[in-house]
């Protein structure tokens, strides 16, 4: 431990000083090792190859699809056969370039990859269309005929569910083709922030001189030193607000791209199109903002015991995050410690799981530390046929670090799972449960962490991470959410929406969540800047329902034990071999009452209620 503890101080120390370290100042067992994806780039290139001059057996099956069910299954299967190829060569050129997002080669490398997606959308455009002009009842008697078609009778019945989205041969072709052009507002939005931005200098709470970074910002706003985190908010938001023009045409952009696609696909709002490929009812998104918008009071009392306990005139966004019962010293953790304790809080789930962690921990499934040009943030890669799951972070040994952590685990285990139990077609989730084993692990590490205090004051401080976890999870992604769909019905009305309305909007959404007791500050209205979710096409509001539906199975798991384990993990296990909704149900949760929400709000009050019994 001594070793690992000198060797973290080492790299902590690094990454804390003016210049981010290089990559290859880091220690190799703290990068990802992507040679179990390709072990050399000749590999890569073959299967590109591959991929490249198969594409033209797509014509065998062109106008075919209904002569026979084997030809159906054999159209299928070789479809399959290309999407693994190409998932797999996305992954290793996508993880390649957030390695580093300065270098030209892995930018090259995952712009062919995103050019050979589109090649394949066009070629491949004819099987939707062509498939829904055979009659239903044809379809059911091919599959009924041969046991190998079988597997793709769910994804069969959900075509058939979308069939008046899907339009001809031709449309769906010309479509395929705009997907690559429609990409250019996320593209040139991450490049900008992530490889081309030069954020100031500032001096830290030790009054040595620091660069600011994406990391650094976050970890600022933990800081006791008031002065510092209001002087890194300032600065940091300043980066996004001298850019405000550029990023309000890269925002509208991107509206006018998912608008585009949903009036082609004859959807009444980009909303309900987004919605639809997972088969959640819009009424789902509404009842989330509308009960949210109605237990307003857990957050805003939270803001006002907020400002009183730190003794303040005003309360400001850049003392949201820093802690009102801190231990007697922030605590840093090293990454070996922060395994140990997931590790740990995770045991309620057996063996199997844990040992499936594990072999992510000591595989090199994981990137580490924060370096030069890394892509911001942290995330899991989803599943990959065939591959195992990857993930990134940029470690800050602060215990929200642990938090990300058991987080990014959660989808890293969903991943692991779903694509050693599923085949393929339905060897991924849908973005409507992606957050729900992220959030779920979240909650046994914060349950795990409270049991185990050790005085008054560490359970304070770790109810106190409780309550940011639902206002960061559930109430902030659900104004985002709500800032995205006035933001898209805006545009859907014909309005252009200019840097100013955005921050109008976004500070007066702010505003009404926090409460009367919140100064929103000039920087703050450019946040809709930096945000990359609103790239993601109604992704956020997830998060929300993600967080209230992991709550409940949380409980349920320390509750019932082995049963309710055994109903987890065959959630995990699930990937979208059902509607997700029906997934979620068979696990102990259904979404389309109001339980998930309103036992998250109550929470919420019960943990207020305890803080200000302990104090």
């Given at each position: 431990?001594?070793?690992e503890?000198?060797l973290?101080?080492?790299?902590?120390?690094t990454?804390?000083?003016?210049?981010?370290?290089l990559?290859?100042?880091?220690?190799?067992?703290y990068k990802?090792?992507?040679s179990?994806?390709?072990?050399?780039?000749?590999?890569?290139?073959?299967?590109?190859?591959?991929?490249?001059?198969?594409?033209?057996?797509?014509n065998?099956?062109?106008g075919?699809?209904?002569?026979s069910?084997?030809?159906?299954?054999?159209?299928?299967?070789?479809?399959?056969?290309?999407?693994?190829?190409?998932?797999r060569?996305?992954?290793?050129?996508?993880?390649?370039?957030?390695?580093?997002?300065?270098d030209?080669?892995?930018?090259a490398?995952?712009?062919?990859?995103?050019?050979?997606?589109?090649?394949?959308?066009?070629?491949s455009?004819?099987?939707?269309?062509?498939?829904?002009?055979?009659p239903e009842d044809?379809?059911?008697?091919?599959?009924n005929?041969?046991?190998?078609?079988?597997?793709?009778?769910?994804l069969?019945?959900?075509?058939?569910?979308?069939?008046?989205?899907?339009?001809?041969?031709?449309?769906e072709?010309?479509l395929a083709?705009?997907?690559?052009?429609t990409?250019?507002p996320?593209?040139?939005y991450?490049m900008?922030?992530?490889?081309?931005?030069?954020f100031?200098?500032?001096?830290?709470?030790?009054?040595?001189?620091l660069e600011?970074?994406?990391?650094?910002?976050y970890?600022a706003?933990?800081?006791k030193?008031?002065?510092?985190?209001?002087?890194?908010?300032?600065?940091?938001?300043?980066?996004?607000?001298?850019?405000?023009?550029?990023?309000?045409?890269?925002?509208?952009g991107?509206?006018?791209?998912?608008?585009?696609?949903a009036?082609?696909?004859?959807?009444?709002?980009a909303r309900?199109?987004?919605?639809?490929?997972?088969n959640i009812?819009?009424?789902?998104?509404?009842?989330?903002?509308?009960?949210?918008?109605?237990?307003?009071?857990?957050?805003?009392?939270?803001?006002?015991?907020k400002?009183?306990?730190?003794n303040?005139?005003?309360?400001?966004?850049?003392?949201?995050?820093?802690?009102?019962?801190?231990?007697k010293?922030?605590?840093?953790?090293?990454?070996?410690?922060?395994?140990?304790?997931?590790v740990?809080?995770?045991?309620?789930?057996g063996?199997?799981?844990l040992?499936?962690i594990?072999?992510?921990f000591?595989?090199?499934w994981?990137?580490?530390?924060?370096t030069?040009?890394?892509?911001?943030?942290?995330?899991?890669?989803g599943?990959t046929?065939?591959?195992?799951?990857?993930?990134?972070?940029n470690?800050g040994?602060?215990?929200?670090?642990?938090f990300?952590?058991?987080h990014?685990?959660?989808?890293?285990?969903?991943?692991f799972?779903?694509?050693?139990?599923?085949?393929?077609?339905?060897?991924?989730?849908?973005?409507?449960?992606a957050?729900?084993?992220?959030?779920?692990?979240?909650?046994?590490?914060?349950?795990?962490?409270?049991?185990?205090?050790?005085s008054k004051?560490?359970k304070?401080?770790?109810?106190?991470?409780?309550l940011?976890?639902?206002t960061?999870?559930?109430?902030?992604?659900?104004?985002?959410?709500?800032?995205?769909?006035?933001?898209?019905?805006?545009?859907?009305?014909g309005?252009?929406?200019?840097?100013?309305s955005?921050?109008?909007?976004y500070?007066?959404?702010?505003?009404?969540?926090?409460g009367?007791?919140?100064?929103?500050?000039?920087e703050?209205?450019y946040?809709?800047?930096?945000i990359?979710h609103f790239y993601?096409?109604?992704?956020?509001?997830?998060?929300?329902?993600?967080f209230a539906?992991?709550?409940?199975?949380?409980?349920?798991?320390?509750?019932?034990?082995?049963s309710a384990v055994?109903k987890?993990?065959?959630?995990?296990?699930?990937g979208?071999?059902?509607?997700?909704?029906?997934?979620?149900?068979a696990a102990?949760v259904?979404?389309?009452?109001e339980?998930?929400?309103?036992?998250?709000?109550?929470?919420?009050?019960k943990?207020?209620?305890?803080?200000?019994?302990?104090?």
């Open positions: 431990m001594e070793m503890r000198s973290y101080n080492k790299v902590f120390a990454s804390e000083s003016s210049a981010l370290p990559r290859n100042e880091i220690e190799e067992q990802w090792d992507l179990h994806i390709y072990s050399n780039e000749d590999l890569w290139e073959m299967d590109f190859k591959w991929v490249e001059n198969n594409l033209i057996n797509y065998k099956f062109q075919k699809l209904a002569s069910s084997k030809t159906l299954l054999e159209c299928l299967s070789f479809d399959d056969n290309i999407g693994i190829k190409l998932e060569l996305h992954l290793y050129a996508s993880l390649s370039k957030d390695s580093d997002m300065r030209a080669k892995y930018q490398m995952d712009d062919r990859v995103m050019n050979l997606y589109t090649k394949v959308s066009a070629a455009s004819f099987i939707k269309p062509e498939i829904l002009d055979i044809n379809i059911w008697q091919m599959i005929s041969l046991d190998e078609l079988k597997t793709y009778k769910h069969l019945e959900d075509l058939i569910r979308t069939k008046t989205h899907t339009l001809d041969k031709e449309k072709e010309l083709l705009t997907g690559e052009i990409l250019t996320y593209n040139t991450s900008l922030t992530n490889a081309d931005f030069h100031p200098k500032v001096l830290d709470d030790n009054g040595n001189e600011l970074s994406h990391t650094r910002y970890t706003l933990y800081s030193d008031r002065h510092y985190r209001e002087n890194v908010f300032k600065n940091y938001l300043s980066t996004y607000k001298n850019f405000a023009n550029t990023f309000s045409v890269l925002f509208n991107n509206l006018k791209a998912n608008i585009f696609y009036k082609a696909k004859k959807y009444q709002s309900e199109s987004s919605l639809d490929k997972n009812p819009v009424s789902v998104y509404d009842k989330l903002i509308e009960s949210a918008n109605m237990n307003l009071t857990p957050l805003h009392r939270w803001a006002s015991l400002k009183k306990i730190l303040l005139d005003e309360l400001h966004p850049y003392d949201v995050y820093v802690a009102l019962f801190p231990t010293s922030e605590r840093k953790y090293s990454y070996e410690e922060a395994k140990e304790i997931v740990q809080s995770l045991k309620v789930l063996d199997e799981y040992n499936n594990k072999k992510a000591d595989n090199r994981i990137d580490v530390y924060e030069a040009a890394k892509r911001s943030g942290a995330y899991s890669s599943t046929f065939g591959m195992h799951p990857y993930v990134l972070l470690w040994g602060l215990l929200n670090d642990v990300t952590l058991t990014e685990m959660g989808h890293n285990m969903h991943s799972y779903t694509g050693n139990n599923q085949p393929y077609p339905y060897a991924n989730y849908t973005i409507f449960l957050e729900v084993a992220s959030t779920f692990n979240e909650s046994l590490l914060l349950d795990f962490l409270i049991e185990n205090s050790a004051e560490e304070l401080n770790l109810l106190e991470k409780y940011n976890n639902i960061a999870t559930f109430y902030r992604q659900t104004m985002f959410a709500e800032f995205e769909k006035l933001s898209y019905e805006r545009t859907e009305g309005e252009f929406l200019t840097s100013d955005l921050c109008k909007m500070s007066e959404m702010y505003q009404k969540y926090w009367p007791e919140m100064v929103v500050d000039e703050e209205k946040t809709w800047a930096r990359p993601y096409n109604f992704y956020v509001y997830q998060y929300a329902t993600g539906a992991s709550e409940i199975l949380a409980q349920k798991v320390k509750r019932n034990g082995k055994d987890y993990l065959t959630f995990l296990k699930s979208s071999s059902d509607y997700s909704i029906n997934i979620l149900k102990g259904d979404m389309g009452s339980d998930p929400v309103n036992a998250t709000t109550k929470k919420m009050d943990i207020l209620d305890e803080i200000e019994s302990l104090i």
